[in-house]
């Protein structure tokens, strides 16, 4: 073995090897880049309880095959070509034989219906002198009806039959495939009178695909109507109630306000009744009477959406549902005019009194004591106690703001003089910025009235330059409810942009009183709008990545604002640079004589198409385009987007000229500049919204936002000479030599941003950060007091930027826990794409 080293040895080793280590200089920390200050001897704005809510409007299958847990689809056979092309009475119905047995099946409207507004019935006709059974199978919606093996489900159905002995009748789960799920539930129906049958199977088997079949024996005719399945267990076990996963969800963001019933579905279609005297119409506004009293009773109305609402979920299923998760109702009143597309106003003095005495009673039928005429039908219901109604919508993005200013005032003066107590929001058209909604807050502002309802939908970008948008605001006017709004798609991108942009919404707390992202709902099968909130199937359903932000926000509000500055994370914006496009809407077009050139003349660009289109190459992939007669063509009228693009400019000052004519279809005509990509452009679109207005629009992510509104048609047929001139981020457009508008694209993007709010309660300071930067954000954090505690829970988002809860996956998801080091000011690096909350405690 080797020989021992000496003391010596030992020492002069150690030496060396404490060398090289004193010798290497302590790395130093990078520098914060960011800064929060926080001032908390400084007052900010209180937060009511109400701040956030949820908006639910019946769009994306939300209420029927939605949050409504009836699993029979066209349960009274109201379906028909009024609520979609080809549908009709027995639409999701199959005529079924079991064992032999032989029959007809068809729906019919006549005077053996079960009541005037439940018109249409299902008649079997049975073939006498036959074995076996005959009747019709419902599939449910989507691909079937979802139950679980072991759970009890409510059957029933209205019946009569002309059998002197009566008619035996089976109600059944059964499979696609025609095999038995569950036990069946026998009746004799009896009579020639309407009767409900009721009760209860228990499925055998878990499947997303089953299916209810009815089945009647004997020879015969019977009559079925308000056929229904409903699972036993639903939100609260409440009868007729909701399918409880997707309220435990709506529940689970713990919202101050519910809003309801829309939405485009509140202000389209006739304002008549679905009575006799309108020869029962089947395309009306949403109207609360037709939603109240027994089920059997409502009536049906063809939904705006494009679908079939039975008003099984009506307007008492809405105030209760509101009350059992903590919430205020606010319900939303037709005004009087139609939007959503259809901007008409009704010049029927006789119905807008009618309207507006509807509107007393619904304040009667939600406050009014149960010995009132409305107070009753609530008690008669089930609810003897008042649902304690303090606002009221009127109207919904109404595109006419003078005649709206008008029906609101006879409404405000009646609702005043019965029920001062109620708080009525107006509203102020679909978009954020435009004529429309100037004339609306100039009205609300003459009018006095407290809430203005501000709906738009816009790119993440939009909002990541908006966050400053309510600082602005007049304190003493009109307080603002943020009743619909959303950044255009379900990406953590999208949410995290939304979440900056609350940010702005709770620093302004004392403009901004209420808020809800919109849409709530939607069926993957069938989504008339993207994004929503919450999406579901059969027997499943997932928040997005915007559910998960919006719950954060709405469970930790705080109750009020704690004065905070920042620094960092401020992108200025770029000039307008890139491509020209050119495109059409709905419509023909031919496009000639297009040239850009420089301020000094200098020719970017030319084409006037004497040799072909081959300087141009197609973005979107749509569309008919070829040159004819020397001129660029585009005619199918039925595409929506025909965009096709030149190469990039080179330049970011340059003008555009060319002649444009639109030769049929519903719109105009649309001229891209800043042309990046399919999803990346800018474009003057005149004559869009069916030839009522011209817009420049932003595409940003595929998502668009307006820049500039301003009403206008174009005439089919007539030439114009278009001019557009860019200068850095300005653009000026001309129209036939008179300037048409401009815009100047120049807000910087907030990529970091940050709220403090303080809950009473705790004693917690909640610091909120939001970094869409694409590197972590290292802030130093200044709290301007130490009197706080060491430790803090800290809830993180974050991830890819395009990362999107499915339902096969849901990445997307809040981490909490526990950190350390919190000091008066210490330093934190907050993730790239991600939102942070830090509930900080105080000692």
């Known amino acids: 073995m080797p020989a021992s080293p000496s003391r010596a040895a030992l020492a002069l080793a150690a030496t060396a090897l404490l060398v090289p280590l004193c010798a290497v200089p302590a790395q130093a920390a990078p520098e914060p880049t960011h800064t929060i200050t926080v001032d908390p001897a400084a007052s900010g704005p209180e937060i009511g309880e109400s701040m956030y809510g949820v908006f639910f409007e019946d769009i994306n299958n939300s209420a029927d095959g939605g949050l409504y847990a009836e699993l029979v689809r066209n349960r009274s056979f109201e379906f028909s070509a009024a609520d979609r092309e080809g549908w009709n009475g027995l639409t999701g119905w199959t ?58 489900y409510d059957v029933s159905v209205w019946a009569r039959s002309d059998a002197a002995g009566g008619t035996p009748l089976t109600l059944a789960l059964t499979g696609d495939d025609g095999r038995a799920l569950s036990g069946q539930f026998r009746t004799q129906v009896r009579g020639d009178g309407w009767r409900q049958y009721r009760g209860t199977v228990r499925a055998r088997s878990t ?97 705006f959406w494009g679908y079939n609402q039975s008003y099984g979920l009506g307007y008492y299923e809405y105030f209760q549902f509101a009350e059992d998760i903590g919430a205020m109702p606010l319900p939303v009143v037709p005004a009087l005019l139609t939007g959503c597309g259809q901007n008409q106003a009704t010049d029927d003095p006789e119905l807008l009194q009618r309207h507006v005495q509807d509107t007393l009673d619904l304040i009667e039928f939600a406050n009014g004591p149960a010995t009132s005429t409305w107070g009753r039908v609530r008690a008669e219901m089930g609810h003897p106690e008042p649902f304690g109604l303090t606002h009221l919508g009127i109207g919904n993005e109404e595109n006419l703001p003078e005649e709206y200013a008008e029906n609101f005032t006879i409404f405000r003066d009646a609702i005043a003089a019965a029920h001062p107590e109620i708080t009525l929001i107006y509203n102020s058209g679909p978009d954020d910025t435009g004529a429309v909604f100037d004339a609306h807050w100039a009205n609300a502002r003459r009018l006095g009235v407290e809430l203005v309802d501000e709906h738009y939908y816009n790119s993440p970008s939009w909002f990541l330059q908006n966050n400053d948008r309510y600082d602005s605001y007049d304190r003493s006017g009109p307080g603002v409810f943020l009743g619909e709004y959303a950044s255009l798609d379900n990406r953590l991108a999208n949410a995290l942009a939304e979440a900056s942009y609350m940010t702005g919404l709770e620093r302004n707390a004392d403009v901004v009183e209420m808020a809800s992202y919109a849409p709530l ?323």
């Open 95 to 152: 005529p079924t034989a079991v064992g032999g047995g032989r029959g007809t099946a068809s729906t019919v409207d006549d005077a053996g219906r079960l009541n005037e507004r439940n018109r249409t019935y299902l008649r079997l006709d049975l073939a006498s002198g036959t074995h076996g059974t005959y009747g019709v199978t419902n599939a449910g919606f989507s691909d079937g009806m979802a139950v679980r093996a072991g759970d009890l």
């Open 207 to 303: 499947t997303d695909a089953a299916r209810l079949t009815v089945q009647a024996a004997g020879s015969g005719t019977v009559r079925l109507d308000m056929v229904s399945a409903f699972p036993r267990d639903t939100f609260m076990d409440r009868p007729n109630g909701l399918r409880a996963d997707l309220a435990e969800k709506i529940a689970a963001l713990e919202p101050g306000f519910v809003r309801f019933p829309g939405g485009c579905i509140v202000n389209t279609g006739s304002h008549e009744g679905y009575d006799a005297a309108s020869g029962f119409e089947r395309e009306r506004s949403y109207q609360w009477k037709d939603t109240v009293g027994p089920v059997e009773e409502r009536a049906t109305n063809a939904n």
């Open 521 to 843: 709902l939607a069926d993957v099968a069938e989504a008339q709008w993207r994004p929503d909130m919450i999406w579901f199937d059969g027997d499943e359903s997932w928040g997005s990545a915007s559910y998960e932000v919006q719950k954060l926000f709405m469970t930790n509000v705080g109750d009020s604002v704690v004065p905070s500055t920042a620094t960092g994370g401020v992108v200025p914006a770029e000039p307008i640079a890139g491509g020209i496009g050119l495109s059409t809407w709905r419509t023909a077009a031919r496009y000639d004589d297009v040239r850009v050139t420089t301020p000094d003349g200098r020719t970017l660009f030319s084409d006037d198409f004497s040799d072909g289109a081959g300087q141009w190459s197609p973005v979107t992939g749509t569309g008919t385009w070829a040159v004819t007669g020397g001129a660029y063509e585009q005619t199918d009228t039925t595409v929506e987007n025909t965009l096709v693009r030149t190469g990039d400019l080179g330049s970011t000052d340059y003008d555009v000229t060319l002649k444009a004519t639109k030769t049929a279809g519903d719109e105009g005509f649309l001229v891209g500049f800043g042309v990046q990509g399919s999803g990346d452009y800018y474009w003057w679109n005149l004559g869009g919204w069916n030839g009522t207005q011209g817009a420049v629009e932003k595409a940003t992510g595929g998502a668009k936002e307006a820049l500039v509104l301003k009403p206008g048609t174009i005439e089919t047929g007539r030439t114009y000479d278009l001019r557009i001139e860019v200068r850095g981020t300005t653009a000026t457009m001309f129209l036939d030599g008179e300037e048409w508008g401009s815009i100047t694209d120049d807000a910087a993007t907030q990529e970091f941003s940050q709220v403090v709010t303080r809950d009473e309660a705790t004693g917690e300071l909640i610091v909120k950060v939001v970094n869409n930067g694409d590197e972590a954000a290292r802030t130093r954090v200044d709290l301007g007091t130490g009197d706080v505690r060491p430790t803090a829970e800290m809830t993180v988002i974050s991830g890819a930027p395009d990362a999107e809860n499915t339902r096969e996956s849901q990445p997307v998801q809040p981490v909490t826990s526990t950190v350390h080091g919190i000091e008066r000011v210490f330093t934190r690096d907050f993730p790239a794409h991600s939102v942070t909350f830090l509930r900080i405690a105080t000692r």
